[in-house]
């Protein structure tokens, strides 16, 4: 069965009415339909080489025409959030035919390489055996959410990316920043430099804010404190989910947060949905706010109950969540039992509230959702 291009799913989508003209989603698309293209015709012309007797000559004396190949130049996409990259990115990676292809959140590729490093403590040069480990599975990596804070992930990576290059992987990513101003005022950053130098060496780098902002369009279209609690608040927070998340959320999946288990409603691109009584009721801290904040840019909210002096404990929590998701720009869509200005009704936390209402008003600002997340 054929895969259609880039392009052709990008006038599709145009011509159901799913998303406006964009030129600069237009271009982003014809960069990687040229490379989806190539990528191909080189799977193509490299097929008959890896089997039969010629592809086990092949392996035999470690010549396989696909690794000695430099990689395809890929593209690194970079922009403020809902500038519809990652929707880019995976209808680029849907139309990569055959499986020899790889979808990553960059914070799950760095929880795969620590995970196997583990696994090969006391090997000489673990990194390049990781390298050549992608180098079976894959031909091009495609990541979301290109971003790098901890030191320890940005010495790895200056290695790293040079050997997945080496090996003829192609990269294409999304970030919020361009590479120059990747792990930037990080500890002993001079060593991430070299991984900065392989991204612009082998990728195109290219800014998308001109576009349209759709998430920003998502949000500013939409009540992000719905109430009450009925089947017209539960029908609009799942088209929320839908249109933030940008596509199928994984079913009800549960999170590991400071290695414990957090059921949810649903995840899906930096998106989560998930019900109150998970998120502040017992037993949950301002670390794992600190957590969800760092690594989700919507939280959708669930079923808010009307807090009282009975649940003073669970009101405490929802100010701690509030505060964190508000230092990292979480977006956060809420449906609750009544209003913004009624939900709290004890006794303990009045002014306390004042102060968490104030910042919950100012979430639902333009201004507000205009701002980076902060991971």
């Known amino acids: 069965m054929q895969t259609s291009s880039p392009l052709a799913r990008y006038e599709q989508a145009l011509s159901q009415g799913e998303f406006k003209p964009d030129d600069v989603q237009r271009e982003a698309i014809t960069r990687l339909d040229a490379l989806q293209q190539a990528l191909a015709a080189r799977q193509q012309t490299a097929a008959p080489a890896t089997s039969g007797l010629l592809g086990r000559l092949s392996k035999l004396i470690g010549k396989e025409k696909n690794d000695v190949l430099p990689p395809l130049r890929g593209l690194y996409m970079w922009g403020g959030v809902g500038r519809g990259k990652t929707w880019v990115m995976d209808l680029f990676f849907q139309s990569i035919p055959g499986n020899r292809k790889l979808r990553l959140h960059f914070h799950r590729f760095m929880l795969r390489v620590h995970e196997e490093l583990t696994q090969l403590q006391g090997q000489s040069d673990p990194l390049l055996i990781i390298a050549d480990r992608f180098k079976a599975e894959t031909d091009i990596l495609c990541f979301d959410e290109f971003f790098v804070s901890d030191i320890t992930d940005a010495m790895l990576l200056g290695t790293l990316m040079e050997a997945l290059f080496e090996r003829g992987i192609a990269l294409v990513a999304t970030s919020n920043i361009p590479p120059d101003d990747l792990y930037r005022n990080g500890l002993q950053r001079a060593r991430f430099l070299p ?144 209003s913004l200005t009624e939900i709290y009704q004890g006794t303990r936390l009045k002014f306390e509230y004042q102060r968490c209402l104030s910042r919950l008003q100012e979430m639902q600002s333009e201004e507000y959702l205009r701002l980076p997340h902060l991971p």
Not at 222 to 239: F, I, Q
Not at 259 to 281: E, W
Request: hydrophobic share 40%; glycine share 6%.
């Open 195 to 338: 991984a900065i130098e392989q991204i612009k060496t082998h990728c195109d780098v290219m800014n998308v804010d001109a576009g349209i902002d759709y998430r920003l369009r998502t949000l500013t279209s939409a009540h992000l404190w719905n109430y009450p609690l009925n089947d017209k608040t539960h029908a609009e927070m799942g088209r929320m989910f839908q249109a933030l998340a940008g596509g199928k959320p994984e079913q009800a999946p549960v999170l590991e947060i400071n290695h414990r288990q957090m059921p949810t409603l649903g995840v899906s691109d930096g998106v989560l949905a998930i019900n109150f009584t998970t998120l502040c009721g017992e037993g949950r801290s301002q670390h794992d706010y600190i957590a969800l904040s760092r690594r989700f840019r919507s939280v959708l909210l669930h079923d808010v109950p009307v807090m009282i002096y009975k649940t003073e404990d669970q009101a405490c929590r929802f100010l701690a969540l509030v505060d964190e998701f508000y230092e990292r720009h979480v977006k956060l869509v809420v449906a609750a039992e009544t």
